[in-house]
């Protein structure tokens, strides 16, 4: 939580610099990059809400939990990009029908500079701790901060040629460059929101991982088949079906599915592991072998 109220500081911070900037230059490609921070401060705020959420346990309305409050925060956050994208195109339409030469051009581009190096310092920081932490609100936040930087760098570049050049027309082309940037970067974002929001399953290497666990750790049962998972922000859910002998007791039964769960939660973070128990005849002959 202390990260996501960081980054409404931070984004607050930048868009003050940004529109400094704008104001000192007249920039259009400049006006582009203060646009953009607005959509920061809005979407970090949104992100930090939605981890407050998803941090609330389960309850009788949401026994699974809140997890997927991020989810809902990463979309919301690749629609704003979207519609900041437009703005900005709107901008540099009207940046091409009427070009103007820049006003103080050189300081309000070492303003920009200065707003960039903290958001490129930030957004490392958001993408490193939100992937630590699992959390998806954050990682999005990340990657649209690291476009936002690159952004921000070709802005500057394409604003410094125009200086030089004198060729007006730059700035409102570098805009669009920003918006069309910002455009892919938000389909990115909302991509892989919508791909938890539809229960994907974990990575193929970390499946590799769980059924390894599963078939080392299930001895005294005769199979385990029907393994599905998904994951919700931190949480990772892993539920699968394990057929054991005919004789063997609830207790026997109860101690493997034990085993097999503490071993799984050792190795997955924040997984919650649901078993149903068969007996040997619903064996499927096709599932995960026991070691």
Same mark, same amino acid.
């Given at each position: 939580?202390?990260?996501?109220?960081?980054?409404?500081?931070?984004?607050?911070?930048?868009?003050? &610099?940004?529109?400094?900037?704008?104001?000192?230059?007249?920039?259009?490609?400049?006006?582009?990059?203060?646009?953009?921070?607005?959509?920061?401060?809005?979407?970090?705020? =949104?992100?930090?809400?939605?981890?407050?959420?998803?941090?609330?346990?389960?309850?009788?309305?949401?026994?699974?939990?809140?997890?997927?409050?991020?989810?809902?925060?990463?979309?919301?956050?690749?629609?704003?990009?979207?519609?900041?994208?437009?703005?900005?195109?709107?901008?540099?339409?009207?940046?091409?029908?009427?070009?103007?030469?820049?006003?103080?051009? &050189? /300081?309000?581009?070492?303003?920009?500079?200065?707003?960039?190096?903290?958001?490129?310092?930030?957004?490392?920081?958001?993408?490193?701790?939100?992937?630590?932490?699992?959390?998806?609100?954050?990682?999005?936040?990340?990657?649209?901060?690291?476009?936002?930087?690159?952004?921000?760098?070709?802005?500057?570049?394409?604003?410094?040629? =125009?200086?030089?050049?004198?060729?007006?027309? &730059?700035?409102?082309?570098?805009?669009?460059?920003?918006?069309?940037?910002?455009?892919?970067?938000?389909?990115?974002?909302?991509?892989?929101?919508? /791909?938890?929001?539809?229960?994907?399953?974990?990575?193929?290497?970390?499946?590799?991982?769980? #059924?390894?666990?599963? /078939?080392?750790?299930?001895?005294?049962?005769?199979?385990?088949?029907? &393994?599905?998972? #998904?994951?919700?922000?931190?949480?990772?859910?892993?539920?699968?079906?394990?057929?054991?002998?005919?004789?063997?007791?609830?207790?026997?039964?109860?101690?493997?599915?034990? #085993?097999?769960?503490?071993?799984?939660?050792?190795?997955?973070?924040?997984?919650?592991?649901?078993?149903?128990?068969?007996?040997?005849?619903?064996?499927?002959?096709?599932?995960?072998?026991?070691?």
């Amino acid at each position: 939580m202390k990260i996501a109220i960081g980054s409404i500081l931070v984004g607050l911070v930048v868009l003050a &610099l940004k529109s400094l900037a704008w104001w000192m230059t007249g920039s259009i490609a400049l006006l582009s990059d203060a646009l953009e921070s607005t959509v920061n401060v809005a979407t970090a705020i =949104a992100a930090a809400i939605a981890i407050r959420v998803a941090a609330q346990p389960a309850d009788a309305n949401h026994p699974y939990g809140h997890h997927k409050a991020e989810f809902f925060s990463a979309v919301l956050e690749g629609v704003m990009i979207i519609i900041a994208a437009l703005l900005i195109m709107r901008e540099a339409y009207h940046g091409f029908q009427d070009p103007r030469v820049l006003d103080a051009p &050189l /300081s309000g581009l070492l303003v920009n500079g200065a707003a960039s190096v903290i958001n490129a310092i930030w957004c490392w920081t958001l993408i490193s701790q939100g992937r630590k932490r699992r959390s998806p609100a954050l990682v999005a936040d990340g990657h649209h901060l690291l476009s936002d930087v690159i952004s921000s760098v070709g802005v500057t570049f394409g604003v410094l040629i =125009a200086i030089v050049s004198g060729w007006a027309m &730059l700035d409102p082309l570098m805009a669009g460059l920003v918006a069309i940037n910002i455009l892919w970067s938000g389909w990115h974002v909302m991509r892989e929101s919508l /791909s938890g929001l539809l229960d994907e399953a974990i990575p193929e290497a970390m499946l590799i991982k769980v #059924r390894e666990i599963i /078939s080392q750790e299930a001895s005294g049962a005769v199979e385990a088949h029907d &393994l599905r998972t #998904r994951h919700a922000g931190q949480a990772t859910f892993i539920e699968f079906h394990l057929v054991v002998p005919g004789e063997q007791t609830v207790s026997e039964a109860h101690e493997i599915c034990d #085993r097999i769960e503490a071993a799984l939660k050792a190795v997955v973070k924040d997984c919650i592991v649901t078993i149903h128990v068969e007996p040997e005849h619903k064996a499927k002959h096709t599932g995960i072998v026991v070691l």
